[in-house]
């Protein structure tokens, strides 16, 4: 239900833009989780319905600007400033309630996960 996609080959410094598509349905809380080998998956990101409000990781503020269009029904993550230990899979994940959070458990909604490298 969930479609990421936008990953790729960057050099540090450079931008990346995900997509996360949700194939017609409408989810109140969007985000973006990552993950590296061998680490848990952590939060990134997340939007409420409206774009209004938004919470970050503290390892991508002022760097990473999430949003969403929901006249397409797709999340966006924009990545500025990318360093190698950004290197990761991004999952999009998706819930209905409509308070923001950062706990993967509570998301019940995953895409397949897009690759992100970012060579020095």
């Known amino acids: 239900q969930l479609q990421a996609s936008g990953g790729g080959l960057v050099q540090a410094g450079g931008s990346l833009r995900l997509s996360c598509a949700t194939s017609g349905r409408s989810f109140n809380t969007m985000a973006w989780f990552r993950q590296t080998p061998g680490k848990e998956r952590e939060f990134v990101s997340a939007?409420?319905?409206?774009?209004?409000?938004?919470i970050y990781a503290e390892f991508v503020k002022g760097r990473f600007t999430i949003s969403r269009d929901n006249a397409k029904n797709t999340v966006y993550l924009q990545m500025n400033n990318l360093k190698p230990e950004d290197t990761a899979i991004y999952y999009c994940?998706?819930?209905?309630?409509?308070?923001?959070?950062?706990?993967?458990?509570?998301?019940?909604?995953w895409g397949q996960g897009t690759l992100v490298t970012v060579s020095s």
């Open positions: 994940a998706a819930r209905h309630p409509t308070v923001l959070s950062r706990h993967r458990g509570q998301y019940n909604y």
């Open positions: 939007v409420n319905w409206s774009g209004e409000n938004t």
